[in-house]
């Protein structure tokens, strides 16, 4: 196969645009001062910094640029939030969170609960929907914080955080989102908001891996993560990643010139790819909530066979996406966001995640269209439970 | 991306014996939707208890898939009491092996094989869940008489193993004591002991102030004293507060460059003899 990869798993990672590959290189090249030595060789460097600290607090419209703090990756984002309120108020043992947040969140509960803090994880609906009632009634003046994604990375369901940011700050509460999948692909605007604090991710924004940003609305209580230097207004010790941090700039300034095509460019390629595989596969059904997810994102289950082959298949004709089945990932279980949705089994093993970027093309999505049923229908003719185009028997009458 | 041989690439993209053997007199059928995996085999068995054609379906990752095809390549020809012996490290060595995460896909073929012969000879599949002893794991529907057997024939000697060639203890892991058991006594019954448990040292019963006090008392005067006299030394207990024990050091010892090694030592005795807590300082002059 010469065709160049058609890559449909931006959700896992993305392209580095080549502008910001322009931008960043002669920062590992030619200008390789320490942005904090007092020479003019290192001084330029810092003041780049603070150029793609401006461009990030644009994308998501924040007040100050110091509200911008620079780490290694969203996880880290991530944790330095939560570690951070809960050494903020320690006095506070409790912290929401929902079934269906990234690792990255959700591995930490078991550590957080040895350390005697409570975490309690919303549930949500077949459709991944949260339930305004559940949180109301766990919210209380002595929640540490409230951490919940502004949208899933495997369905793309997008959740009504600033909603629940403004039920959090009436408590007293602080509120943190996981926004590394909803950056460039909806609008962020922190002068009307009442979030805390967002993480974001490079990497998932057309920039490198190890690289990501949490913003602190000015006036939160904030403990740093890592100490030991004065950088990032100490409240993120370690010399600037200073290339990285000059990518991040450029892909956030890019995302804001790109914001429109998501909603629509992007949302036609995902509409027409959802559109043309649901027309020719049977039992193929869209997990999560369609009136309310990324534009980027479709999340496809076939029922009755499972996703690594389907995976395999795909990958022998040169397209990447990922799999909710519990075979791609080495544990036993399939996706936990799809159980947490209560996906039957049936359904749950064959989920197939395609996200899509601006880099894509309608060329690509045709080509996926036309080879993907044939790749269903020949993992459906191995398969025990289907015979002559029907399932052998229904599993789960009750879910639709 | 798992590391799979060319042999499970080609076997999954161009699986031999797919589909439904019609006149298939040896049918077995095992796992499930909810498992993830699940193997219907078919064999056709001659007058002379030869197979003379095998078919599969497979619902399952891509090794799955290729393990079921393997199997029925290789009990092809063969006669029953032949195939009977195939175990599933045969299937993974057919293929070039299969990651270790995958090794139940091998298991499942095995199984499947078990269960055809069965049905062949007539053997009631009551009966037999009945011999498959107590479910273990719920998750995942895993009975006793099949996670020893599987730990006899591959020579299992730790939980993730077990889970990765039967998937038992691969979901909400309580089931993980009842398997630590099942491991040692099948290394029991091989005439070896493994110990799957971790060993968690016997913890030695709260003292008393007072008790902990004379403890230390006499571990300096029976057992260290007598090991500083050898280099001219001395030692002299000044106080007891909490865990730490102040001490001052006497005689060659005193002047030693070494007096901070030697509190090392101390130390390392205290906290063999008495408990492990134990911090010693060394008074100042």
């Known amino acids: 196969m010469d065709r160049e990869v058609v890559y449909m798993d931006n959700n896992a990672t993305t392209m580095v645009a080549p502008e910001v590959f322009e931008e960043m290189k002669p920062y590992l090249t030619q200008f390789y001062g320490n942005p904090s030595s007092m020479h003019t060789f290192g001084g330029q460097v810092g003041k780049k910094i603070t150029e793609a600290r401006s461009r990030v607090q644009a994308l998501i419209n924040a007040e100050h640029d110091t509200e911008i703090i620079f780490t290694s990756c969203g996880t880290e984002s991530n944790s330095t939030a939560i570690f951070s309120a809960l050494q903020a108020y320690p006095d506070r043992k409790e912290i929401i969170t929902t079934r269906v947040e990234h690792p990255a969140i959700l591995s930490l509960a078991p550590y957080l609960e040895k350390q005697g803090i409570a975490v309690v994880q919303l549930k949500v609906d077949k459709h991944g929907r949260l339930d305004m009632e559940e ?32 039920m959090a700050n009436e408590r007293g509460v602080l509120f943190h989102t996981d926004a590394v999948q909803a950056a460039g692909k909806l609008p962020i605007n922190m002068k009307e908001s009442c979030i805390n604090m967002i993480s974001l991710s490079g990497h998932k924004l057309h920039a490198p891996k190890g690289i990501g940003t949490l913003y602190v609305r000015r006036g939160t209580k904030f403990r740093p993560f890592m100490r030991g230097g004065h950088q990032e207004r100490n409240r993120r010790a370690g010399t600037e990643n200073v290339a990285s941090v000059i990518a991040m700039g450029k892909a956030a300034e890019l995302a804001m010139t790109h914001l429109d095509d998501e909603g629509s460019k992007v949302k036609a390629m995902r509409d027409r790819l959802e559109k043309g595989i649901l027309e020719s596969v049977p039992r193929a059904i869209v997990n999560g909530d369609v009136e309310n997810r990324l534009p980027n994102t479709s999340n496809i289950s076939f029922e009755f066979i499972e996703g690594e082959g389907i995976l395999l298949l795909m990958n022998d004709l040169n397209i990447a996406s990922s799999s909710g089945s519990a075979c791609t990932s080495g544990s036993l279980e399939p996706s936990h966001v799809l159980r947490a949705m209560g996906v039957p089994f049936t359904a749950a093993h064959g989920s197939i995640r395609f996200s899509l970027s601006r880099y894509n093309t309608m060329e690509e999505i045709d080509y996926v269209v036309d080879n993907l049923p044939p790749i269903i229908e020949k993992l459906r003719s191995i398969s025990p439970f289907w015979k002559d185009g029907n399932p052998i028997m229904e599993f789960d009458p009750d879910y639709k | 991306m798992w590391d799979y041989t060319d042999k499970v690439k080609e076997y999954f993209l161009h699986p031999k014996n797919v589909g439904v053997l019609e006149d298939a007199n040896a049918v077995g059928d095992v796992g499930s939707i909810t498992c993830g995996d699940a193997l219907k085999l078919m064999l056709k068995v001659d007058e002379n208890e030869k197979i003379v054609d095998a078919k599969f379906q497979t619902f399952g990752c891509g090794s799955a898939i290729a393990s079921s095809s393997a199997l029925t390549e290789m009990v092809i020809g063969k006669t029953v009491e032949e195939a009977e012996k195939i175990s599933n490290q045969d299937i993974a060595d057919f293929l070039g092996g299969l990651p270790k995460e995958k090794m139940h896909c091998s298991v499942m073929g095995s199984e499947a094989l078990e269960a055809a012969i069965a049905n062949y000879r007539g053997i009631d599949l009551k009966i037999i869940e009945e011999e498959e002893g107590p479910l273990i794991c719920q998750c995942f529907g895993i009975h006793e008489k099949l996670i020893e057997k599987t730990v006899m024939e591959n020579d299992l000697k730790t939980i993730e193993e077990v889970t990765n060639y039967t998937k038992a203890g691969g979901g909400c892991e309580t089931c993980h004591p009842a398997i630590e058991d099942i491991i040692e006594k099948v290394w029991k019954m091989k005439g070896k002991e493994v110990h799957v ?42 106080d007891i507060s909490g865990n730490e024990v102040l001490v001052a050091l006497r005689g060659a010892c005193s002047s030693c460059v070494s007096a901070y090694y030697t509190v090392d030592g101390i130390e390392d005795k205290l906290r063999e003899m008495v408990y492990p807590d134990i911090v010693v300082k060394l008074q100042k002059d």
């Open chain 1, 135 to 166: 949180y109301a009634h766990f919210l209380k003046d002595d929640t540490a914080l409230v951490t919940i994604m502004t949208a899933n990375n495997e369905t793309g369901t997008i959740f009504p955080v600033e909603e629940m940011a403004k």
């Open chain 2, 197 to 238: 448990k971790e060993e968690t040292p016997e913890k030695k019963p709260a003292m008393t102030n007072l008790q902990k006090i004379a403890l230390i008392t006499e571990t300096i005067e029976k057992e260290i004293k007598p090991m500083l006299a050898q280099d001219g030394g001395d030692i002299e207990l000044i």
